[in-house]
């Protein structure tokens, strides 16, 4: 079945849900009259837990392949996904994905030791290595506002934490 939505606006406030089926193919699905219709718009196959973003009219695009974690960017609206970077080992699971208003690209995703590892790119070709270390986590959330991202995880059995993961000036 399907699984794992993330939502995405375009710069002509077109709405983009991107999902997984379940025979492992990301796809996208576009409404531009406010999700009153949708529209088949790009798939790719053998990508699971999509999150999407737009960062300078580009779209970028992070998922799981089974080898690891996979940064595509798109020139197309996702019609051609093309490998930017991968992030080989990280176990399979939701990543977060998200862009501040500098265009900076950041990427948390869950690595094989249980911790939350974070990455930034302002191409998204290539990301900062090694990665943040932001402790013990899972399911990652971001969000980015004015001077501060925002970090939402789930920790131990049943318990989700919020926190500012980054302050700046």
């Known amino acids: 079945s399907d699984a794992s939505p993330t939502l995405d606006i375009d710069r002509h406030d077109g709405v983009w849900v991107w999902y997984h089926g379940g025979d492992g193919t990301a796809r996208a699905r576009r409404s ?17 837990f999509p999150r999407a973003i737009r960062r300078e009219g580009d779209l970028v695009v992070a998922g799981y392949t089974g080898a690891g974690l996979t940064v595509y960017v798109s020139t197309d609206d996702g019609a051609t996904l093309t490998v930017a970077a991968e992030v080989a080992g990280a176990p399979e699971q939701c990543p977060a994905l998200a862009v501040d208003r500098h265009g900076t690209a950041h990427l948390v995703w869950r690595d094989g030791g249980g911790d ?5 790119a302002t191409d998204p070709s290539a990301w900062s290595d090694p990665p943040d270390n932001w402790g013990p986590g ?28 980054e302050a700046w000036g």
């Open 138 to 165: 899972s399911l990652p959330v971001l969000a980015i506002g004015e001077g501060a991202t925002y970090l939402a995880y789930w920790d131990a059995p049943a318990r989700c934490v919020a926190r500012v993961a």
């Open 116 to 120: 939350l590892r974070h990455a930034w």
């Open 32 to 48: 531009t009259d406010l999700g009153a219709t949708w529209q088949a718009a790009a798939s790719k196959a053998g990508l699971t």
